[in-house]
């Protein structure tokens, strides 16, 4: 039997079907428009259409417009085409008049009440140290926890806005001059040709009017890795205000949540309704509020995105308390690679706010040699302080 | 230019000039010819993206017209220009013969005043180029902006002169290999295909196509070894270019095999590992495992 998907007779022709293909990879995050499902049309009749693998070769181009996308784009073509012999009874979905997968109300969020592992000040109690001794001692845990929490239950939307505003004054403070281009401008250090011949047409030729240009101010681009593991979800809920708030603020930030996983989270923050956006991310942080390995996490970002996205013009901001379950030698070698691009990096530890805090967890000595700015922040108002010590940076 | 019907006449044709595509990729570039759209290509350093556009070039009998991408890079340096010094002189000239300033001006902004960069010859050539924009994610995003209209349109605006529309649409292969993301908008404009480390097989079809002459024992140990290599941490991974420059090393150096001599494969190794670390973590003794495993 043939492993190809079979169709319902009620479907118009090959068209339909490709466009809805399209729609099966528009539902699972793929950006294309109709624009690309006639193109996706031209590119069949271009070739040998009978042929499953030279159709998925053909529409790959087509389909996909970055890395991550032709990664994922070989299982949705399998899951829409070759569907082992399966009848799909209709290529076009229908319009979708209700129960849009973004926006969710927290009344169906499920399985919440059990992830309780991670409040408050208690770790989680992967092996009851916490529970047992009174000294509150916190420690990290290797266990992940399963279970889904809501991040809106930690982010009220008022605070996304104070955020917003804080985190516009903190991009001003980064501000830097170091772009290459030139832009016309009253004071500038060189002649700006074009407009001086411009104008000196008015004069008969005689270049009266000596116009100037200059090197515009660049921001830096603010790159933000968030720590959600348990011991951090106490403090999550100010960080992840903040980093909404920056991503609105600045159309170049990045963001990043890690547990025992890194996830990247600046596409899903993009969303135009800040709190529909930390609902979907709470879909992605799978595992929040579970254990961490910060080292882990740091070397796969120095070692994947940090490539794309980290240069000599960005300020990397790390997160997190620096409890972490990995040896402390991995969290100073990532961090040394990280550095190598070039960028600064600043840790926020929201433990240094307490009184007579000392790094003493491996994984911060290891850490701190690495850093360009250690600091604490526990509240926004903490964070708006952080102004004066970034310009300095 | 012959029509080229299908892509495995593509492929072969790529193949005569010594470029040896994986379906993946030859597929791409056969929906780019025929239907008009840029390539856009990404991928690690030194697999072969920009050798696309040569062999393109070269199998098309055309011109290869290439524009480097850098920081910094603008319209002016990218697109087209005008001859400043010519204008001024010309605006001299003319106050002295004592043409009105709307005959001036009607000069000075004329095709003779103006300074074609690549972007702009590509579009007024008399046979359809090749149009290769190298490392487009070096430019900066500004810059983005200027290649929209190029690709989608194949016209350049020049606010004095008019809309310059090209007569043979050059086909436009673009290439990154991610020091930046790349705005949405450039990417809907063009195809896209991810170029990866070839595999073995494809890996050995090339050295061969390239050193005809290397025993086919050695020539299976270095693909071996160069494949394993990737495998190792390091912190630049040997393209093709540096396979290739091994093999040459090796054959210079008179080795026939790469688990007799160590201390040579070593210092052949130069060829492959580009940075200090990668050669400090890459002992002799790491050297000869890989070699093990790969015979």
Not at chain 1, 175 to 180: A, G, K, L
Not at chain 1, 343 to 359: E, Q, S, V
Not at chain 2, 71 to 87: F, S
């Amino acid at each position: 039997m043939s492993r190809v998907t079979k169709f319902a007779a009620q479907d118009a022709g090959p068209a339909a079907r490709v466009a809805g293909f399209m729609a099966h990879l528009r539902a699972n995050g793929l950006r294309l428009g109709a624009a690309e499902t006639s193109v996706a049309l031209h590119a069949l009749t271009a070739m040998n259409a009978y042929s499953p693998d030279e159709c998925r070769n053909a529409l790959r181009p087509i389909c996909t417009g970055c890395k991550e996308d032709v990664d994922q784009y070989d299982d949705l073509f399998d899951a829409y085409w070759m569907d082992m012999g399966r009848v799909r009874t209709r290529a076009v979905p229908k319009l979708q008049t209700k129960g849009n997968n973004d926006v969710h109300s927290s009344r169906d969020a499920s399985g919440e009440a059990g992830g309780s592992a991670g409040n408050a000040t208690t770790p989680d109690g992967g092996d009851g140290e916490a529970e047992s001794d009174g000294e509150g001692k916190l420690i990290a845990t290797e266990v992940r926890n399963l279970s889904r929490k809501d991040l809106r239950d930690l982010v009220r939307s008022e605070e996304i806005a104070e955020a917003e505003r804080v985190a516009r004054k903190l991009g001003e403070a980064l501000r830097d001059c170091r772009s290459r281009r030139r832009i016309a401008a009253t004071k500038g250090d060189r002649l700006h040709f074009r407009k001086i011949m411009r104008r000196s047409l008015a004069t008969g030729g005689e270049p009266l009017q000596l116009l100037k240009k200059r090197r515009p101010d660049r921001t830096r681009n603010i790159v933000t890795l968030c720590d959600v593991s348990g011991s951090m979800s106490v403090y999550a809920q100010v960080f992840l205000a903040f980093i909404a708030g920056l991503m609105r603020a600045d159309q170049k930030a990045d963001a990043y949540l890690f547990h025992t996983r890194l996830v990247r989270i600046t596409e899903t923050l993009r969303d135009k309704d800040a709190m529909r956006a930390i609902g979907r991310m709470s879909l992605m942080a799978d595992g929040f509020g579970g254990g961490s390995k910060i080292g882990a996490c740091l070397d796969r970002f120095a070692t994947t995105y940090a490539k794309r996205f980290v240069d000599g013009r960005s300020v990397v901001v790390i997160m997190s308390d620096g409890y972490d379950t990995d040896q402390p030698h991995v969290i100073s070698d990532a961090l040394q690679k990280l550095g190598k691009r070039g960028c600064r990096i600043i840790w926020m530890n929201p433990l240094k706010g307490w009184r007579d805090f000392a790094p003493v967890t491996a994984g911060m000595k290891a850490a701190l040699p690495h850093l360009d700015l250690f600091t604490s922040a526990n509240t926004l108002s903490d964070l708006a302080a952080l102004e004066g010590e970034l310009t300095r940076l | 230019m012959e029509r080229i019907l299908t892509f495995h006449d593509l492929q072969s044709g790529m193949a005569d000039l010594g470029y040896m595509a994986s379906d993946d990729l030859a597929v791409s570039i056969h929906l780019a010819l025929t239907l008009g759209r840029p390539l856009l290509l990404e991928g690690a350093a030194g697999v072969g993206k920009t050798e696309v556009a040569r062999v393109l070039a070269e199998m098309h009998d055309t011109e290869l017209v290439r524009l480097q991408c850098y920081e910094g890079l603008d319209a002016a340096q990218a697109i087209y220009e005008w001859n400043y010094q010519k204008q001024l002189l010309s605006i001299r000239a003319s106050a002295e013969e004592g043409t009105t300033g709307q005959a001036a001006e009607e000069r000075i902004f004329s095709r003779d005043y103006l300074l074609e960069r690549p972007l702009l010859a590509a579009i007024t050539k008399d046979k359809a180029p090749i149009l290769l924009i190298d490392e487009v994610d070096r430019a900066d995003e500004e810059f983005e902006a200027y290649l929209l209209e190029i690709l989608s349109e194949f016209q350049i605006t020049i606010p004095e002169l008019g809309t310059v529309k090209a007569q043979h649409p050059p086909i436009v292969i673009l290439t990154c290999n991610g020091t930046r993301d790349l705005s949405d908008a450039l990417r809907r404009r063009c195809l896209y295909s991810y170029v990866n480390y070839p595999d073995p097989q494809m890996e050995l079809a090339i050295l061969n196509a390239r050193h005809p002459d290397l025993n086919a024992h050695l020539a299976k140990q270095i693909i071996g070894f160069v494949q394993n290599l990737r495998e190792e941490e390091l912190e630049k991974v040997p393209g093709i270019a540096e396979m290739l420059d091994f093999a040459a090393a090796l054959s210079g150096l008179g080795i026939a095999d790469l688990s007799k001599d160590p201390e040579q494969v070593q210092r052949a190794l130069i060829a492959l590992l580009k940075t200090q670390s990668d050669q400090a973590a890459i002992t002799t003794e790491v050297t000869q495992r890989i070699a093990g495993k790969a015979a």
